[in-house]
């Protein structure tokens, strides 16, 4: 069983998609902080620590969909 389970994980791709990284890195070098995102089919969810930063980012979702090269909706969540 642990062979299938390992030839399985062998075989898969844990790298973060380009977006994720571009969002990640947009966050980080506007505004310092670390924020957690989630790539879905149809959309990016951006989940940030503070009110403050989720309302800064939408402020600037323009600037954030150009860095990510994407369409996709982006819905911030606070946690």
Same mark, same amino acid.
């Given at each position: 069983? !642990?062979? #299938?389970?390992?030839?399985?994980?062998?075989? +898969?791709? *844990?790298?973060?998609? #380009? /977006?994720? +990284?571009? =969002?990640?890195? *947009?966050? @980080?070098? %506007? *505004? @310092?902080?670390?924020? /957690?995102?989630?790539?879905?089919?149809?959309? =990016?969810? =951006?989940?940030?620590? !503070?009110?403050?930063? $989720?309302? !800064?980012? +939408?402020?600037?979702?323009? /600037?954030?969909?150009? $860095?990510?090269?994407? /369409?996709? +909706?982006? %819905? *911030?969540? =606070?946690?």
């Amino acid at each position: 069983m !642990s062979n #299938a389970l390992a030839d399985l994980l062998a075989n +898969r791709d *844990f790298d973060e998609p #380009a /977006e994720m +990284r571009a =969002i990640k890195k *947009f966050v @980080q070098d %506007i *505004f @310092q902080v670390d924020v /957690e995102v989630l790539v879905r089919e149809r959309d =990016i969810v =951006i989940t940030s620590t !503070s009110a403050a930063l $989720a309302n !800064s980012l +939408r402020l600037k979702v323009t /600037e954030l969909r150009k $860095a990510a090269n994407t /369409e996709k +909706r982006v %819905i *911030f969540r =606070i946690r």
